[in-house]
């Protein structure tokens, strides 16, 4: 299978390129850890309907817990958060996104493969058509977006029963239905 790390890598392409399309300060991201990891999330999400397979969620971004800042693909943010280097060409951090390297963009397409290159693709604009401006939002407004689903209130409030902080959410629980 395609590396994880290549195909986040690519929906950080992605936003980051629709984000350029509708920011007038293009120079400069907001793309922190947070509001990447909620981006992701919406990405990954946004075509999952019950009875109905999602590449992204079932193959690719399976690791989804419940935390304090909403859904947070677990193995992404270790990665982010620990192993960095694991990450080609960004670099992100507590504030921004950063490019690495040049990204070719059939470099890119050709490291990741159709099938989750088109996954990606699709999701994108499926978000972009129920909120154009998703990525201008600032981490914490992703962050209370995410709340707003019961993949994440219902997960949280049993992890909080226990004393916890996270909780696993089951794949078949995230659904694009708040």
Same mark, same amino acid.
């Given at each position: 299978?395609?590396?994880?790390?290549?195909?986040?890598?690519?929906?950080?392409?992605?936003?980051?390129?629709?984000?350029?399309?509708?920011?007038?300060? #293009?120079?400069? *991201?907001?793309? &922190?850890?947070?509001?990447?990891?909620?981006?992701?999330?919406?990405?990954?999400?946004?075509?999952?309907?019950? *009875?109905?397979?999602?590449?992204?969620?079932?193959?690719?971004? &399976? *690791?989804?817990?419940?935390?304090?800042? +909403?859904?947070?693909?677990?193995?992404?943010?270790?990665?982010?958060?620990?192993?960095?280097?694991?990450?080609?060409?960004?670099?992100?951090?507590?504030?921004?996104?950063?490019?690495?390297?040049?990204?070719? #963009?059939?470099?890119? *397409?050709?490291?990741?493969?159709?099938?989750?290159?088109?996954?990606?693709? %699709? %999701?994108?604009?499926?978000?972009? +058509?129920?909120?154009?401006?998703?990525?201008?939002? /600032?981490?914490?407004?992703?962050?209370?977006?995410?709340?707003?689903?019961? /993949?994440?209130?219902?997960?949280?409030?049993?992890?909080?029963?226990? +004393?916890?902080?996270?909780?696993?959410?089951?794949?078949?629980?995230?659904?694009?239905?708040?």
């Amino acid at each position: 299978m395609t590396s994880k790390y290549l195909i986040f890598e690519y929906v950080i392409y992605k936003l980051l390129e629709w984000h350029r399309e509708v920011s007038v300060n #293009t120079q400069r *991201n907001d793309f &922190s850890i947070l509001k990447c990891l909620k981006l992701l999330f919406f990405v990954t999400a946004v075509n999952t309907k019950p *009875n109905n397979k999602s590449i992204l969620l079932e193959e690719v971004f &399976s *690791n989804f817990v419940a935390m304090p800042y +909403g859904h947070v693909e677990s193995e992404i943010y270790r990665a982010l958060i620990t192993s960095p280097e694991l990450f080609k060409y960004y670099l992100i951090d507590n504030r921004q996104t950063i490019e690495k390297n040049v990204i070719k #963009t059939q470099q890119l *397409n050709s490291e990741i493969g159709k099938i989750y290159k088109d996954a990606v693709d %699709s %999701s994108i604009e499926l978000l972009k +058509g129920k909120n154009k401006d998703l990525v201008r939002l /600032s981490a914490f407004d992703l962050v209370n977006l995410s709340h707003l689903w019961y /993949s994440w209130k219902f997960n949280f409030t049993q992890a909080k029963k226990v +004393g916890n902080m996270s909780k696993e959410i089951p794949i078949e629980a995230v659904s694009s239905a708040t």
